[in-house]
């Protein structure tokens, strides 16, 4: 058996998937994770699922304690963690509903404490990030997207800015420029502090809207991402249920 780490992102936080789920209030050196911890089972695997945002939606990207919920996770020994997040897609060929396993980021967030090593005194740390995004969870959530026939771009890299706002059609414009696949406000964080704690991690992301950029449509509104992620969040949890039910 397996110990799997979900966290759930914008409208992908529902524990119903957890068969005899509990629920830990859970605390670490870094304060309380978002929300409380819901374990329980998907098939033969165990799941310790966090909602990102909280379970309102009240934390806002900035807000999330992105250190206790990744510390929170370890401290349940999950072997990986999965997540999933809306993104903007900053490609014509990625469409809206479209889903892409990420294997890049860029971090242009700056307000956010993205490490467990702020200090050096008991020694100097410099985790390397070559390939944030674990190769073989990757290959495996791909085989599983096949296997159920959802159109999942099997790599992408994506830019994770501060937010709350969206972007200006410059930076979308520049972002493009820098070879970034998809925009979001999560995901860099994440996947640092996961390479920090050496666990394995992922992140599938659902494109939700084109950002900015594009000049033919109006820019992205949170009604918009909110309408599409209703619309796709049935595909997001099957694809999710299969990952971790065949996880050996």
């Known amino acids: 058996m397996k110990t799997i780490g979900i966290i759930g992102g914008s ?3 529902n524990p119903d998937i957890l068969k005899d789920a509990k629920t830990i209030e859970a605390d ?5 994770p978002t929300s409380p911890l819901k374990i329980g089972m998907i098939g ?13 939606h009240q934390f806002s990207p900035t807000e999330v304690n992105y250190r206790a919920n990744l510390f929170a996770l370890k401290g349940q020994s999950v ?3 999965v997540a999933t997040t809306a993104c903007g897609s900053l490609r014509n060929e990625i469409e809206r509903g479209d889903f892409v396993l990420l294997d890049q980021f860029i971090d242009f967030t700056k307000r956010r404490v993205s490490t467990f090593h702020e200090s050096f ?3 100097a740390v410099h985790t390397p990030m070559a390939d944030p995004f674990d190769a073989e969870l990757r290959s495996h959530i791909l085989e599983c997207a096949k296997r159920i026939g959802v159109k999942c771009h099997p790599k992408g890299t994506v830019v994770t800015i501060e937010g709350p706002r969206f972007s200006t059609r410059a930076e979308s414009l520049m972002f493009q420029s820098w070879g970034a ?3 979001n406000m999560s995901v860099a964080t994440e996947a640092a502090l996961a390479n920090e704690l050496s666990v394995p991690y992922a992140a599938i992301a659902m494109s939700t809207d084109y950002d900015c950029w594009k000049t033919d449509e109006p820019p992205v509104s949170w009604n918009e991402i909110l309408n599409i992620f209703e619309k796709n969040a049935e595909r997001m949890v099957s694809l999710l249920k299969l990952v971790v039910e065949t996880l050996e």
């Open 79 to 81: 072997d990986c963690i």
């Open 181 to 183: 696949d998809v925009i």
């Open 121 to 123: 005194a008991n020694g």
């Open 28 to 32: 670490t050196p870094y304060g309380k």
């Open 44 to 56: 033969n695997n165990r799941v310790v699922l966090i909602a990102r945002h909280g379970l309102s």
């Open 11 to 13: 409208g992908l936080d």
